[in-house]
């Protein structure tokens, strides 16, 4: 845990968490035949990811602590949770549901690294009440909030005009092309938009296929998006802070992991360096994409059950 003053800044994420369960082929996998892997067992959910990426990315000299926010079953898999993201620097503020099983994930990875099956089961986010910030922590003294796109419509405008009353800087994460026409309604009140160009796309009534980075981040204005970090793969990024629009060049990067979290790690550690001060375009450039990077170089495993990350 990362020593803070008593008036710290507070910053608050909410959204997904469920456990992450990864097999990993030892040889070619074989239908109907038992077959050798390996196990690995860590924290997933998109606001997760966020978290811990921005714990990792706070400094003594940031005076802030990161809040997590989320829906979780009553079982043991909530706890592991719990202890497991408190190792990590995450304060963890968690609605517990009686009689439900926390979210799980669960992948069957290929002896070639790709995905050859996944199964998920991590809706408990979305019965996660617009009331939580006031019934599990407070709008007291938190400086920004960063939500993901797997809260329900009704959470996300709910919370997002209880954070303009309170004064509180608003951060979203699209998710998926679906989830992210959640954002829409609230997009005057948000003040820092994180999306791909797929969610992008979904967003803007008549893109047009294969629509230029420049045209996507015209129509996230027309709607109302005046700040947000619009990502395509390796791609130069696209950023806009209110006037301001630069695109910042990835470094390309031959992927020795997978990509699965790259998105999250950036929005996360952006995060956590915007709301403490950074202006947008160094927060990325500093701190957003060199997450994202040791995600997909393996530099940076998510954190496992029981254990803290690595850096």
């Given at each position: 845990?990362?020593?803070?003053?008593?008036?710290?800044?507070?910053?608050?994420?909410?959204?997904?968490?469920?456990?992450?369960?990864?097999?990993?082929?030892?040889?070619?996998?074989?239908?109907?035949?038992?077959?050798?892997?390996?196990?690995?067992?860590?924290?997933?959910?998109?606001?997760?990811?966020?978290?811990?990426?921005?714990?990792?990315?706070?400094?003594?000299?940031?005076?802030?602590?990161?809040?997590?926010?989320?829906?979780?079953?009553?079982?043991?898999?909530?706890?592991?949770?719990?202890?497991?993201?408190?190792?990590?620097?995450?304060?963890?503020?968690?609605?517990?549901?009686?009689?439900?099983?926390?979210?799980?994930?669960?992948?069957?990875m290929?002896?070639?690294?790709?995905?050859?099956?996944?199964?998920?089961?991590?809706?408990?986010?979305?019965?996660?009440?617009?009331?939580?910030?006031?019934?599990?922590?407070?709008?007291?003294?938190?400086?920004?909030?960063?939500?993901?796109?797997?809260?329900?419509?009704?959470?996300?405008?709910?919370?997002?005009?209880?954070a303009?009353?309170a004064?509180?800087?608003?951060?979203?994460?699209?998710?998926?092309p679906?989830k992210?026409?959640?954002?829409?309604?609230?997009?005057?009140?948000?003040?820092?938009?994180?999306?791909?160009?797929?969610?992008?796309?979904?967003m803007?009534?008549?893109?047009?296929?294969?629509?230029?980075?420049?045209?996507?981040?015209?129509?996230?204005?027309?709607?109302?998006?005046?700040?947000?970090v619009?990502?395509?793969?390796?791609?130069p990024v696209?950023?806009q802070?209110?006037?301001?629009?630069?695109?910042?060049?990835?470094?390309?990067?031959?992927?020795?992991?997978?990509?699965?979290g790259?998105?999250?790690?950036?929005?996360?550690?952006?995060?956590?360096?915007?709301?403490?001060?950074?202006?947008?375009?160094?927060?990325?450039?500093?701190f957003?994409?060199?997450?994202?990077?040791?995600?997909v170089?393996?530099?940076y495993?998510?954190?496992?059950?029981?254990?803290?990350?690595?850096?």
């Amino acid at each position: 845990m990362k020593p803070v003053s008593a008036n710290a800044k507070r910053l608050l994420i909410a959204g997904a968490t469920h456990i992450d369960d990864v097999a990993r082929a030892q040889t070619p996998l074989i239908k109907h035949a038992s077959n050798v892997v390996s196990w690995t067992q860590h924290i997933g959910g998109v606001a997760a990811n966020a978290a811990c990426s921005a714990a990792r990315a706070l400094t003594p000299a940031h005076n802030a602590n990161i809040e997590f926010l989320a829906a979780v079953g009553d079982d043991a898999i909530a706890s592991q949770l719990v202890s497991t993201l408190e190792t990590s620097g995450i304060t963890t503020r968690f609605k517990r549901f009686a009689n439900t099983p926390t979210g799980r994930y669960s992948a069957v990875m290929g002896h070639d690294g790709e995905l050859f099956i996944g199964l998920s089961d991590v809706s408990l986010a979305e019965r996660l009440e617009h009331t939580a910030v006031e019934e599990l922590s407070s709008w007291d003294n938190a400086t920004a909030i960063l939500l993901d796109a797997n809260l329900s419509q009704e959470c996300l405008t709910g919370i997002a005009l209880q954070a303009k009353q309170a004064c509180v800087l608003i951060a979203a994460m699209s998710v998926s092309p679906v989830k992210t026409q959640r954002l829409v309604v609230s997009a005057p009140h948000i003040d820092l938009l994180f999306c791909n160009r797929r969610e992008a796309h979904a967003m803007i009534p008549h893109a047009t296929e294969g629509a230029s980075l420049i045209s996507l981040a015209d129509g996230l204005s027309h709607l109302g998006f005046s700040r947000f970090v619009l990502t395509d793969g390796q791609a130069p990024v696209m950023v806009q802070d209110g006037a301001i629009r630069e695109q910042l060049s990835v470094k390309h990067i031959d992927c020795t992991h997978h990509v699965n979290g790259a998105g999250d790690a950036l929005a996360g550690a952006t995060f956590a360096a915007w709301a403490t001060g950074t202006n947008l375009v160094e927060s990325v450039q500093m701190f957003g994409l060199k997450a994202s990077n040791q995600v997909v170089t393996g530099e940076y495993l998510p954190a496992r059950i029981g254990n803290p990350a690595t850096r």
